[in-house]
């Protein structure tokens, strides 16, 4: 007959935190913390309220002259303790506890993770996931907290010279749109930015097409010719009327498939959100 022995627990002792002890070198460090840790999370869903996914984490504080280190196993409970629902205002309110939480001035976050939405291919309905790559970022500093949406959607775009000047055809690539806001009121779903940044080029990507959503698309990008600056400007003018979005800052980075190098365009500007 097996007997159960009860295991004891072991004591805990003090144990020195060296991290704390004074540093003399008078230099202040701006970002100390954990980077590129995985934790799996529940992100804000339009379609669905809320969408299970993995999310690749950096978190830092500051670091003031007089201290040695700081406690690094703190950021991981943070991140324990925030298995809820991450939207733009946990995410604000999770930056905050963290700051504080490690009694720093200035706290940073960067949490970057696969984006699934379900679409309709546009002839025969029929269903598909398309995958985004998305990024909640902020930082609080001295009592303010600015967070961040960013999403990278791939896209087709169609060349107007090419179209111009050939008989017949003309050369499309794959652009990758990265569109990255500030968040100033309201609720901001990373699906619309995705929406927006597809109808802005030649056609949307789909996960599946049938034939003759295959012939749809393809027309539909000849019928659409965008320059990689055509793609940014239409973008940031949609931004720009957007009384939710403070500064915002958007990138196109077109893969020529005529050239051994890529397009690329970027502008910056500000939302109807942010008031002066």
Avoid at 185 to 204: D, M, N, P, T, W
Avoid at 213 to 224: G, P, S
Wanted: aromatic share 8%; charged share 25%.
């Amino acid at each position: 007959m097996n007997v159960a022995v009860p295991v004891k627990k072991p004591k805990v002792k003090s144990v020195e935190d060296v991290q704390g002890h004074a540093d003399t070198r008078q230099l202040p460090i701006n970002k100390v913390g954990i980077k590129d840790i995985y934790h799996p999370v529940k992100v804000k869903d339009r379609a669905r309220g809320e969408q299970h996914t993995v999310a690749n984490f950096n978190m830092y504080v500051n670091l003031p002259h007089n201290f040695k280190g700081t406690h690094m196993s703190r950021f991981v409970e943070i991140l324990h303790r925030h298995e809820r629902e991450i939207s733009v205002d946990s995410f604000g309110q999770m930056l905050v506890e963290m700051t504080e939480h490690l009694d720093a001035s200035a706290g940073h976050i960067e949490m970057t993770f696969p984006y699934f939405v379900m679409k309709k291919a546009p002839v025969t309905g029929v269903e598909s996931l398309m995958n985004y790559q998305a990024t909640i970022f902020g930082e609080h500093r001295e009592g303010k907290t600015d967070v961040w949406l960013k999403v990278v959607v791939p896209t087709t775009s169609l060349c107007p010279c090419s179209k111009k000047i050939s008989d017949y055809g003309a050369h499309n690539q794959r652009s990758h749109i990265t569109v990255r806001v500030e968040v100033t009121v309201g609720a901001l779903y990373l699906e619309e930015l995705a929406r927006i940044a597809e109808e802005a080029a030649s056609c949307e990507l789909f996960g599946l097409l049938k034939r003759a959503d295959e012939k749809f698309v393809t027309e539909r990008a000849y019928d659409n010719p965008k320059f990689v600056e055509d793609l940014v400007r239409d973008i940031a003018l949609r931004l720009k009327r957007d009384p939710r979005i403070g500064r915002f800052r958007v990138a196109s980075e077109n893969f020529e498939s005529i050239h051994n190098h890529s397009a690329y365009a970027e502008i910056a500007g500000v939302g109807a959100g942010l008031i002066d």
